[in-house]
């Protein structure tokens, strides 16, 4: 059974950092794009960034780009998001998401497992 568990959310002020972890288990990822994604009450859940397991290449939204690290340590099987600089409206609980497939993309239905979620507070 697949299993993914998110830690690292908390309360942070705004221009502060936090790393997001996701432990996964269950099968062997190496045929599987990894994501995360976050929804802010009120809103749509919405793609952060991905990471192809095999090969590391990563894709991140326009909003985070540049402050935002997605990455993967194979011999832990954790996937990893590091925040920088955050804002106020980087306020939502934030998903670890995996997909059987080695294509990036950004649409929710189109990943097969989820995480429960870790809340991430940034206050102005």
């Known amino acids: 059974q697949v299993q993914l568990v998110e830690s690292g959310g908390g309360l942070v002020q705004a221009g502060g950092s936090l790393r997001l972890s996701c432990a996964v288990s269950g099968r062997t990822f190496s045929s599987y794009t990894m994501a995360w994604f976050r929804q802010a009450p009120g809103k749509e859940r919405e793609f952060v960034a991905a990471?192809?397991?095999?090969?590391?290449?990563?894709y991140y939204a326009d909003s985070v780009k540049d402050r935002f690290t997605i990455s993967r340590d194979n011999a832990k099987n954790t996937v990893f998001l590091q925040m920088n600089s955050l804002k106020p409206e980087d306020t939502a609980v934030y998903y670890c998401?995996?997909?059987?497939?080695?294509?990036?993309?950004?649409?929710?239905?189109?990943?097969?497992?989820w995480g429960q979620g870790t809340q991430v507070t940034v206050s102005s």
């Open positions: 990471i192809i397991w095999s090969r590391g290449n990563t």
């Open positions: 998401a995996a997909r059987r497939a080695i294509v990036v993309v950004t649409i929710t239905e189109l990943y097969d497992y």
